[in-house]
Nanobody, 125 residues
């Protein structure tokens, strides 16, 4: 059974940092793009960041560009999201996702085949 498991969420003060991890089990996703999305209750899930199969190409939402960094480690079958200079508006449940069909990063959540269960990030002011 394929699983994506996120970890690293928590409560942090504004200006602080967190690093989210997403580890895949059941199969390898080394040939596919990976992404991070987030959702606030009552709102649509939104794109945060994505990375190509080899880590060479990344995409970011405008709201996080320059503050967040996505990376991946094939040996550990894990993708990371380093979040710096966090703001209260970054508070959300963060989900990682795997795209099995494309090696390049995409922003449309409909292109992703597998999803994690989500991890809560709360930024206090």
């Amino acid at each position: 059974q394929v699983q994506l498991v996120e970890s690293g969420g928590g409560l942090v003060q504004a200006g602080g940092s967190l690093r989210l991890s997403c580890t895949a089990s059941g199969r390898t996703f080394s040939s596919g793009a990976m992404g991070w999305f987030r959702q606030v209750p009552g709102k649509e899930r939104e794109f945060v960041a994505a990375i190509s199969w080899n880590g060479g190409t990344t995409k970011y939402a405008y709201s996080v560009k320059g503050r967040f960094t996505i990376s991946r480690d094939h040996a550990k079958n894990t993708v990371y999201l380093q979040m710096n200079s966090l703001k209260p508006e970054d508070t959300a449940v963060y989900y990682c996702a795997a795209d099995l069909n494309r090696g390049y990063p995409v922003v449309d959540q409909r292109d992703y085949s597998y999803w994690g269960q989500g991890t809560q990030v709360t930024v206090s002011s």
